[in-house]
């Protein structure tokens, strides 16, 4: 199970740290107590009760427990589907397949007192994060954010069996059977798959619903030459009767319920066998004796291939104006100077660029030929860029960013980068687009020759990648960029590779 790990974390297993940097652990309360003593503790030497165990810092609040679960169901799926075939001429028949899946059970961390953001404190209670030192107190640093216990414990993890999945997929199979030296099948996929954990620690992490800024003390002001804030898509309201810390389904639909892009939407695959035309009973020398027909009959010719789509999420920390994407795919390349050197790439769409890195801007380090009437689907706060200041500078100090002001309630301010939670709450939150198509192919030249009625010899020249198809990655999810010169940007496909191999079989 991937809970045994958390077996060796609090309560079961906690350390006693010491650190002379620290004024908490400081003999005199001060910093740096290692450059202002003559006594320097070294491992196996002095170092005899160093660490104070009996002491109320021994064991630091702040501690994360990792729980597992006290019944831990196993994970249950359910599957439907339905088929339709039909035989057809030639040896072949077609299928038709519908299938659905549904998953439940699947392992999810929920941290339920993850501690606020910095915006998100200033903006809940109208002052700066505590900075107290003391131990055991509200205001005490390394705890005083956790939404719901703020004096001992840290971010906890609940590790619990509230995940699930759903698929709705379409098959679509076209299978000849081998027949007058040909064979071969194509398969068409079309899949759309949602999932909420079963990742173990890698994603679907749910946050507490108090870590979302719904009101509050603090108040925010813009700078000038900022856009107004776009709306914010914030969770539902919570349910009735449902503790504060406690988890609920809704909001985890909210913040984890995406289609996962590892399995591509669309994905055609195919493979075949045909018996090469050369030799005798075939179409090219069919009158050779027998031992030329042992070199040039007898070949047959097998491959197979797959085609896939690629999707992606666009970048979603922007809260400026927003415009609708569009989609130019591979047919528009741009120049992009932007790293010092020049080279083409696709715009796939209408990414953010800052405007001192466009060709309008006067600068070298641009981005040109973009299309006719582009504008960014998300833009910062700030794009106010002077084309009369020096390049890579900008009219303000908040230029290209999400900065804003915080009001706090003793009369100071604050700059902090504006986000209301601890996921992403713009319009773009989920928002995914179709990246390249990808298709590559293998191809394998073999043949048998017979040495004595169980003994044989086979030849085989294997084409990985045969016709070295290069591939693209998916675009930028920012800019929209795609790079697809060799020297700028790494290939979706391995290379082509050749490999013959000789097995002797008795």
Known sequence: SAYVSNMVSVPNRASYPQTYSSAVYSPDGLQN??????????????TTNVVNTNSTIALKPGLSMSSIPKDEAPDFATQVNF?????????SALRISWLWTHATNLDQEYFPNQPYSTIAWELKTGTKPPQGTTVGLPNYAATALGPYDNTVWGNNALYQRSGWSNDNQLQVNYQRLFHNGVAWQIFYDWSKPFRVGGNYFRDSFIRPAQDYVTSGQGTITEYPNEAPITAAVMPPARPSGIASYAYWHQLDVYQNYIIDTSVPMQ?????????????????????????????????QLAGDGTMASQDFYVGNGNWGPNSPIRMYKTGHKVTDCRSGVCHPVYEWFNGYIPPSQLSSSGCTAVVSGLPSGWVPY??????????????????????????????????STDNQGYAPGPTSTTPWRKTLLQGPKNFVADLSVFKVFPIT????????MDTFNAFNVQGLNNPNGSDGTLGFVPQYSSSHNTPRQVQLTLRLEF
Do not use: M
């Open 267 to 299: 994905d055609i695959q195919f493979n075949g066998l045909v018996d090469l035309p050369f030799g005798r009973g075939k179409h090219f020398l069919s009158g050779v004796n027998r031992w030329v027909n042992e070199v040039v009959g007898g070949w």
């Open 378 to 411: 998300s833009q910062p706060l700030d794009t106010n860029y002077n084309p009369t200041t020096p390049c890579g500078k900008a009219a303000d100090k908040y230029y290209n960013t999400n900065d804003v002001q915080i009001n706090l309630l003793d009369g």
């Open 33 to 46: 107590y290692l450059i202002r003593s003559a006594t320097f503790p070294v491992a196996g030497r002095n």
């Open 83 to 91: 088929t339709i075939e039909q035989p057809l001429k030639g040896n």
């Open 453 to 460: 009625e169980n003994t044989r010899l086979r030849f085989n």
